[in-house]
């Protein structure tokens, strides 16, 4: 079938492809009155493309969902972000092989497989950090939208060849007082940038949709 017969077919479509992805299929599910589960959130940093998806939504009356995917913490940022939020940073730690391929990596020809010990590749906004690493920190793209926003989130990404896990740390100062979390995430057993948890959180929120009981933010 081609995309316009199965959107045509189907109640929920779930993106779990890549940034273009999101861009070619997500604004004709929307317009077809699907339900949407993003999980390549990085895409959402373009604000045309952005106020575009949400402007479908409300039109069509669909629903977007973007799951925690990698991270932990969503729901007390959630909860936060309902009173003022300060600071949002996140501080990714992945081993080398997590990083390959990353457009930042390639265009400053940073040779992965010789680090030898942690080092920090990138800082800087959460805008910049999921264009130049576009399949390893969407997380980063979705506190930006539960929080403070694309710009004012702090990014660092550091490879570190002594890991063998994805690590995630947020750290949220505001009204509410002050939270941190973090999250060792073996990776997915056929693709070491993405760790498992991303997966299992599309699952936690295809429950969450179908469940009648809803618990946590
Ligand atoms: N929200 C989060 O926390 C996380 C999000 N991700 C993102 O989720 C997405 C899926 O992750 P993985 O399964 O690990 O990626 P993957 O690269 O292993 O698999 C993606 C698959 O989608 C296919 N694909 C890409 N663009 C397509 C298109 N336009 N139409 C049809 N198929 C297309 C690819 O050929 C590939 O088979 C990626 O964009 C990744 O960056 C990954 C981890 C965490
Ligand atoms: O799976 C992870 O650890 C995070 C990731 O790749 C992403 O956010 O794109």
Redesign the pocket.
Known sequence: MNIEEIIRSVDLVIE??????VR??VPQALKAGCDVMV????ALADEELRAALFGLAKEHNCKLY??????VGIDGLNSASAAGISSVTLTTRKPPSGLMGAPYVVEHGIELEKLEKETILFEGTASEAVKAF???V??A??ISLAGIGFEQTRVKIIADPSLSRNVHEITVEGEFGKFSTRVENLP?P??P???YL??L?AVSTLKKILNQVQIGT
């Open positions: 779990s492809a890549s940034q273009n992805a070619f299929i999980l390549s959130v990085g973007f799951p925690s995917g990698a991270v576009p399949a390893n969407n997380v793209a979705t997915s056929e693709n940038k993405t760790s991303a997966a959180s």
